[in-house]
């Protein structure tokens, strides 16, 4: 592990353990996240996700070598915490998902969600993958993906292991996505 990585380690263990809002920034995307660190494992740490429109909006796994700085206490901590309680918006539990390797992280959310989304950012920055898994292998993640028309595809996509570089679940979108499948499933039965 690198000295940098160390580092952010630390400080990510210090946000979980002050529950301080925390703004991260990584080396494979422009801009930054900003949220609550709810978990820390070998190669992942777990955020609890505020978005620009303060508002929560589910968890994101990330990989801790793709870090490049945590500040703590995020810039405008108290504006967006101030939102966030003026909209009586509650923090929801954090699942437990193990953090330990990328396959761990997929199998454990989708374990607790309907829908993961499998982000490769460094292979293909523009592009996500929404579905639920049908295989994880060592090295390789078969995934049956649904469409933004929350449709299923047919041919199952494959990552590899190795190009994932985030995992979100328990957003908005999926959410929503979820709910229509849902909607869809029963008016077909």
Known sequence: MKT???SHRAALVSARAT?????????IAVGH???YVVGIGHDFVLILLVSDL???NGFEALRLKDIESVEIPSPYVKFIESA???RRLKKPRSPKVNLDS??????SAA???PLVTIHYEIADPDVCLIGTPASIGKSILKL???TPNAEWQEELDSVRMSDITRVSFGGSYEEALALVDAANTTARS
């Open 33 to 35: 996240m900003d949220g």
């Open 111 to 113: 374990a607790r969600f």
């Open 4 to 6: 940098r990585t160390l």
């Open 54 to 56: 303060i508002t929560y």
């Open 19 to 27: 529950r301080k809002l925390t703004r991260i920034r990584r080396t």
């Open 144 to 146: 049956r993906s649904i």
């Open 84 to 86: 966030l309680a003026l």
């Open 102 to 107: 990328t396959a761990n992280v997929v199998r």
